[in-house]
């Protein structure tokens, strides 16, 4: 069976995986899933049978389908240890996780494109008042992801040493989209 990512091109979530997979050297054929095209081609039969969520990304390897970013890249950590995107000792393995979850959980879906359509066509809410949503949230969750980072022991050139982990997965997206919406970075 092949292994296949089914992903879109602007899903902080798919980006998370692609990172993780080209971190550990493994190949997956690509399927995109449009989120906007035929009315968001992740809400068809044959994708929702992958994931009920009709959410991306969707890693399908050994007969299985796997969705969310983090469950996936942990999965690649289990089936394929090397090189470690959660690093030993355990206090180590959880301060990378700690810093993955604040982005996966509490930045980026405040900022996903199911937000900011539910926040358009149901609440009305016009473009500038969007972007202005997002560069508050993606803006509070990097200070304090900074904060975090600043001065910790176990900060290097990486998040949490000087090699990419689980949290350097989650934060590269993050970053893109914090320039794609404008968001000061400095």
């Known amino acids: 069976m092949q292994?296949?990512?089914?992903?879109?091109?602007?899903?902080?979530?798919?980006?998370?995986?692609?990172?993780?997979?080209?971190?550990?050297?493994?190949?997956?054929?690509?399927?995109?899933?449009?989120?906007?095209?035929?009315?968001?081609?992740?809400?068809?039969?044959?994708f929702r049978a992958k994931n009920p969520q009709a959410l991306v990304p969707v890693f399908s390897?050994?007969?299985?389908?796997?969705?969310?970013?983090?469950?996936i890249i942990e999965?690649?950590?289990?089936?394929?240890?090397?090189?470690?995107?959660?690093?030993?000792?355990?206090?180590?393995?959880?301060r990378v996780r700690q810093i993955a979850l604040g982005i996966a959980c509490d930045i980026h879906p405040l900022n996903n494109l199911?937000?900011?359509?539910?926040?358009?066509?149901?609440?009305?809410?016009?473009?500038?008042q969007k972007n202005a949503w997002v560069q508050h949230w993606i803006t509070l969750g990097l200070s304090g992801l900074e904060q975090q980072l600043a001065g910790h022991p176990l900060t290097g050139t990486c998040c949490v040493g000087d090699?990419?982990?689980?949290?350097?997965?989650?934060?590269?997206?993050?970053?893109?989209?914090?320039?794609r919406f404008g968001v000061d970075v400095s």
């Open 3 to 46: 292994t296949v990512l089914y992903s879109y091109f602007r899903s902080s979530a798919a980006y998370r995986v692609r990172i993780a997979l080209n971190l550990k050297g493994l190949q997956a054929r690509h399927e995109f899933v449009h989120l906007n095209r035929d009315g968001g081609q992740q809400f068809s039969a044959a």
């Open 61 to 71: 390897d050994q007969g299985i389908d796997l969705a969310q970013s983090i469950a």
């Open 75 to 94: 999965y690649l950590e289990e089936r394929h240890p090397q090189p470690p995107l959660l690093p030993s000792p355990p206090e180590v393995r959880a």
């Open 114 to 128: 199911r937000v900011l359509k539910y926040l358009g066509a149901t609440l009305g809410v016009n473009e500038e």
């Open 163 to 179: 090699t990419p982990t689980l949290a350097d997965c989650c934060l590269v997206p993050q970053w893109f989209s914090a320039e």
